[in-house]
């Protein structure tokens, strides 16, 4: 398997317009996960899915932020409109359904907000 | 808030010597995991230590988990400039996502 995987690595748009970014989980994980990485704040937790239903929505900012999971192999992360301060990296990573297991990240998305 | 501190938060050390990282959090844990992080790279699972396990060791890396104290510690033995990189314990507090402390810089050089 190639791993989790995002697209796109790098984004640079315009305040006020829309992203939206992409994950694939690795196939057979039924626990998608988004974090946001700053160095203000570390990593927070976004927003998490178990077999494409979100459990946990709580650390997404505000409703600009939304995130779906249409089927098991891929999921967004959007927000609309984007703000200078929405600038981070954002991870997407995903796991088996066990207790315990670790956690597996793509490389991210560097988002900047000009 | 994070659930967890680490500290130091930077750590420069020569090669061949050792690094200890400490973790401190603020909940029950079901495991504590640690993970590392490369510049511009997604973060990489080393090891994970359940909350009835003191100890536990893998290769290089040694980690300890206190639950009466909340904390645990994560050492590196005889460095090497490749284990550069920011070092962060992650903790399972049962609701299935992991809540991140806030990492070490570790500076290896050569």
């Known amino acids: 398997d190639a791993g989790v995987i995002q697209s796109p690595r790098h984004e640079v748009t315009e305040m006020g317009q829309e992203v939206t970014l992409r994950c694939k989980p690795i196939?057979?994980?039924?626990?998608l996960f988004w974090y946001r990485q700053t160095m203000m704040r570390g990593l927070e937790l976004l927003i998490y899915?178990?077999?494409?239903?979100?459990?946990?929505d709580s650390g997404m900012p505000e409703d600009r932020f939304s995130a779906k999971m249409p089927n098991a192999s891929f999921s967004t992360l959007k927000i609309q409109p984007s703000e200078p301060r929405d600038s981070a990296v954002y991870f997407c990573?995903?796991?088996?359904?066990?207790?315990?297991?670790?956690?597996?990240f793509g490389q991210g998305t560097r988002l900047t907000v000009v | 808030s994070q659930q967890g501190e680490e500290d130091p938060q930077a750590l420069s050390i020569q090669e061949g010597e050792n690094a200890t990282m400490n973790c401190s959090y603020k909940?029950?844990?079901?495991?504590l995991q640690w993970y590392r992080q490369n510049s511009g790279r997604g973060l990489v699972h080393l090891i994970l230590i359940r909350s009835n396990e003191r100890e536990k060791h893998s290769g290089r890396l040694r980690v300890t988990l206190d639950t009466s104290k909340k904390s645990s510690s994560l050492l590196i033995t005889a460095s090497r400039a490749a284990d550069t990189a920011s070092y962060f314990c992650?903790?399972?507090?049962?609701?299935?996502?992991?809540?991140f402390g806030s990492g070490t810089r570790l500076q290896v050089q050569p």
């Open positions: 909940t029950s844990i079901n495991n």
């Open positions: 990573a995903s796991s088996l359904s066990d207790s315990g297991t670790e956690a597996f």
């Open positions: 992650a903790m399972d507090t049962g609701r299935r996502a992991l809540t």
């Open positions: 196939s057979g994980h039924d626990y």
């Open positions: 899915f178990n077999n494409n239903v979100p459990i946990d």
